[in-house]
């Protein structure tokens, strides 16, 4: 069974510009976390989607959103980026909401100049 | 706030066994015990949980102490490729959110 996918895996981008990373969980999870990684603050949680829905949420700014589709695949946005985005974004996904077991794709390094 | 404490770094010698321990003192009844660990620029891996009871996979052992306020993820016998940070966080019900504390940061030593 295949993993966690992530695309872009790289991206480079300016500040205020604006920016959307995809994410395909394992085929049959319903469940998909975003997490945003930095060397200062590590890891944190940005929001979960499940059935569509917004299910959790982390503190991070408005500029963050998300939204997943009916096959369970998820994006996630950043507008207006600034310095500050630069990270590593990592989704995650299970088979349901508080799962046990999380299953993290590769990520996306974002870049921002 | 992450609701566990782990040391920032430890060695140990390739072919011994890694004990890795986590304080978590004001874990509540209904919630586990998870480790990840995540090898550089890669995303995190799982390895284990638990809620009371110590148990074992083919990757790692969990000891859970009686009183539930720690425990100890057991590598039984470390090898290079294991040379990771690991993560132990305590997660609740369906909608507690999976809060990363810094880890502990794992030397394999040849």
């Known amino acids: 069974k295949a993993g966690v996918t992530q695309t872009p895996r790289y991206l480079i981008k300016t500040r205020g510009q604006q920016v959307t990373l995809s994410c395909s969980p394992i085929?049959?999870?319903?469940?998909v976390s975003w997490y945003q990684q930095t060397p200062g603050q590590g890891l944190q949680f940005l929001f979960e989607?499940?059935?569509?829905?917004?299910?959790n949420k982390g503190n991070f700014p408005g500029r963050f959103s998300g939204r997943q589709f009916s096959n369970s695949r998820s994006e996630m946005n950043v507008s207006t980026l600034e310095l500050g985005d630069s990270a590593l974004y990592l989704c995650?996904?299970?088979?349901?909401?508080?799962?046990?077991?999380?299953?993290f794709g590769p990520g996306t390094r974002l870049l921002v100049l | 706030d992450a609701k566990t404490t782990q040391p920032p770094s430890m060695d140990c010698a390739e072919g011994r066994a890694a004990n890795l321990p986590c304080n978590h003192s004001?874990?509540?009844?209904?919630?586990?015990v998870y480790w990840y660990r995540q090898i550089h620029s890669q995303g995190p891996q799982y390895i284990i949980h638990?809620?009371?009871n110590n148990e074992t996979n083919e990757m790692a052992s969990l000891i859970i102490t009686e009183d539930r306020k720690s425990s100890t993820l057991i590598l039984p016998h470390a090898t290079l490729r294991d040379t990771a940070v690991y993560y132990c966080?305590?997660?609740?019900?369906?909608?507690?959110?999976?809060?990363f504390g810094k880890g502990t940061r794992l030397h394999i030593l040849p």
């Open positions: 085929s049959g999870h319903r469940s």
């Open positions: 989607y499940f059935s569509e829905t917004q299910r």
């Open positions: 995650a996904s299970s088979l349901e909401r508080g799962a046990k077991t999380q299953y």
């Open positions: 004001t874990i509540s009844g209904n919630e586990y």
């Open positions: 966080i305590v997660r609740g019900g369906r909608d507690d959110k999976i809060i």
């Open positions: 638990g809620l009371k």
